[in-house]
C-alpha cells in the first residue's frame, strides 16, 4: 500500500540531565549512576521496590535502568501486575507467568539510533515470550528479527509506519519499547494496566534516556490514552517538542486490516511542547 510521508519538523533540542530528580529535588549526595556496574553497586542492598524506584533519579544509563527495572520485578509485591495464562488446557490455564521474567528492549542499533537526524521511538504493550529466554540481554527479539532480516508481522508494520513518518526505511535507526517488561500470554488482561500504573516511572525514565524525537504508540485507543495520562504527561522538561503518534498494533491487521489501513493514512498525532513546568499539546 502506498503511504504519503508526512511532515516533520526538526527542533535544535539540547538536554542536561542535573542532579535534580524529577520532582525538582537535589539529589547530589549520592552520585550518578551512568553505567550497569554502577547500577548493580547501587542495586545491592536495596530491599524494596520503592527503594528502587528512587534511584531512578540518579540513573543516566538506559542498559543501567534495565537493570534496576529486572530488579524491581523480583521485590515487587502483588500478583495483580503478574498475567495468567489463558490456555483452555486445564493444566496450563490460569498459571502466572515467572515473577522474575524480563524483556530486554531499546536501541536496535545504539550508534544509528543516536546519530539518525529523527529518532522514533516505537512503544508496544508486551512480548509474548518468556521464561529464560528473555533473561539475556542480547536476545532483544526485535533487535534479531532485524539482524536476521526476518519478516513478519512487527517488521513489516514498522517499516510501513517508518515509510509513512520519514519516507524511508530504516529499522537500525530506530528505538523498539514493550511497557510490560514482564512479558505475557497471547492476551493482555486487567494486568497491564496494573503494570504501566506500577512502573510508570520507569516507563517515562526510560523515554527521557532514550531522548526520541518522534514516539509512535502502537497500541489500541483506551490504552494509548492510559500511557499518555500516566507516562507522557510526566516526561521531565528537559526534553521537549516530541511529536507522538498513534497507530494501531501490528496484530491488528488480522483483526481488522481495513481499519488498520485507515489508521495508517491518518494517524492520531501531538506534539509535546512544556513550558515553565505546564505540558502542552499541539494537535495536527
Known sequence: MDVKPLEIRYYD???HFTGKDQKGGTNMKESRITNVNEARKAINGVKSFEGLKELLGRCDSHN????????AHLLETGDKTIPKNPSKDPKKKGEPICK???SWDGYVDKCQYESSKNKILFILKENYVHGEYMYIRENFWFRMCVEDREINNYTTSIEEIQTKI????NLHEIAYINLNKRGGFS???NHLKFYIDKYKKFITKQIELLIPD??????DTKLFSEVKIHCLDSISNNINDIDVYHFYHPEYKKRNKKAYEEKLRNPRHYCIHKHNGMLQYRTN
Open 13 to 15: 533540542r539540547k538536554v
Open 64 to 71: 543501567a535502568l534495565l537493570e534496576i527495572w529486572r530488579a
Open 100 to 102: 522474575d521474567s524480563f
Open 166 to 169: 520519514c519516507g524511508f526505511v
Open 187 to 189: 492476551e493482555s488482561n
Open 214 to 219: 518522534v514516539i509512535v504508540l502502537c497500541m
